[in-house]
Nanobody
């Protein structure tokens, strides 16, 4: 079975840094797009950053200049380096992947279980 396992969440003071990792395991053909989303208390889930197989990236305006997304295709892993963290970054962060289980099949979406990031003032 395909699984997305996240790690790296925790508690950090404002201005600090934190790095998240998400590893995709299982039998897959290819991974097209990987990304990070977050769900803060009282808010809808929102996109944080995505990265394509061609390494094209995009970021939410609120994190531009502070967060960096990257991927290691050999390890089927996506990373999110978060710097200059703010209390408003507090949320559950979810990893998302669009992938193909077999060649010439449709893209399937998989989500990680989420990891808590808490930024204190």
């Amino acid at each position: 079975q395909v699984q997305l396992v996240e790690s790296g969440g925790g508690l950090v003071q404002a201005g600090g840094s934190l790095g998240l990792s998400c590893a995709v395991s299982g039998s897959i053909f290819s991974i097209n797009i990987m990304g990070w989303y977050r769900q803060a208390p009282g808010k809808q889930r929102e996109l944080v950053a995505t990265i394509t197989s061609a390494l094209t990236t995009n970021y939410a305006d609120s994190v531009k200049g502070r967060f960096t997304i990257s991927r290691d295709n050999a390890k089927n892993t996506v990373y999110l380096q978060m710097n200059s963290l703010k209390p408003e970054d507090t949320a559950v962060y979810y990893c998302k992947a669009k992938l193909r289980l077999k060649e010439w099949t449709t893209l399937n979406i998989y989500w990680g279980q989420g990891t808590q990031v808490t930024v204190s003032s």
